[in-house]
């Protein structure tokens, strides 16, 4: 059995520019990877594609991005024999922390040893995004400037180190809902520009102070609840907060550990998952 690693993301940055011809928005965002991981585990079989795992959300057929990730290959390089992909999930689903993406991005990249294909991250990058906007971003990891419907990547340093406390209230988010109900003149644009200068200082005040999401305010209208934890997060002492993606997950940034405690317990009594992690933002190597 082989073991890939498919860490979750969380968005520093996420601006919609317009909608494209295609349906899809044109979009400019920034994620950065953070220590919480899916486990797939990829076991060799003569034929077929098989999805094992625990967790009743998630789809063991066609419909899960690991399987379609492992098709993709088996059609792209005509491959005969089959794999068993065990999905040991601890992302929350439906998040707007990429789970599914990642899960199909650790899939390409474990595939690729085991069928022993020899393709660079770039080849498996560009082969993710024909399964998912944010599969391209996950094959890499670390922390990079996403464009176009987010598979054009542009790599970025490390953001300094911190906590992040990440909050799911009991409740999952479509994407497609989300980028279907947002309007572009009530739209408030993050400064892509300064968190980049940010990162590039390592300057967490100033990556603080420029954490931005156009999908917010539309998730916000749809679900107050999400409202309310973006509170509490603040009240109980997160240095800056915001939703990841499409939502409805909160994340807080957090650099004195000694705060953790009192942020983590207080939205424990409040809200279903919570999470203290650390931001990776390192970039990955081949698996
Ligand atoms: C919200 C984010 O997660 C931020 O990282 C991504 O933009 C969404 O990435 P994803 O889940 O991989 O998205 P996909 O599976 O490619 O698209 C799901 C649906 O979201 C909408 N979509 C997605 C990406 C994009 N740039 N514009 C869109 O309008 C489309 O309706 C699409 O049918
Ligand atoms: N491997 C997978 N893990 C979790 N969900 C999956 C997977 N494959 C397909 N899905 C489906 O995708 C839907 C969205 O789940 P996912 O956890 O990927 O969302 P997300 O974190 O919001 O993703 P993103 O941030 O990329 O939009 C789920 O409701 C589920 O039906």
Known sequence: MLYVKAPAKINLTLDVLYKRPDNYHEIEMIMTTVDLADRIGLKATESGIHIE?????????SRNLAYQAAQ????????????????DKQ?????GLAGG???AAATLKGLNQLWQLNLSLDELAELGAKIGSDVSFCVYGGTALAKGRGEIIEHLPAPPHCWVVLAKPTIGVSTADVYGAFKP??????DT?????????????????HLGNALESVTLEMHPEVAQIKEQMKKFGADAVLMSGSGPTVFGLVQQEARIPRIYNGLRGFCGEVYVVRLIGERETLA
Not at 75 to 80: L, S, V, W
Not at 91 to 95: E, Q
Request: glycine fraction near 6%; proline fraction near 5%.
């Open 193 to 209: 520009g300064k968190m980049i200068e940010a990162l590039e200082q390592g300057d967490y005040q100033a990556m603080c102070d």
């Open 101 to 103: 993406s990642s899960d």
């Open 72 to 87: 993709l290959l088996k059609d792209t390089f005509n491959i005969k024999s089959g794999v068993i992909i065990s999905l």
């Open 185 to 190: 003149a009530k739209a408030e644009h993050p």
């Open 91 to 95: 992302i929350p689903v439906a998040a």
């Open 53 to 61: 795992s625990a967790d009743r959300f998630v789809p063991n057929d």
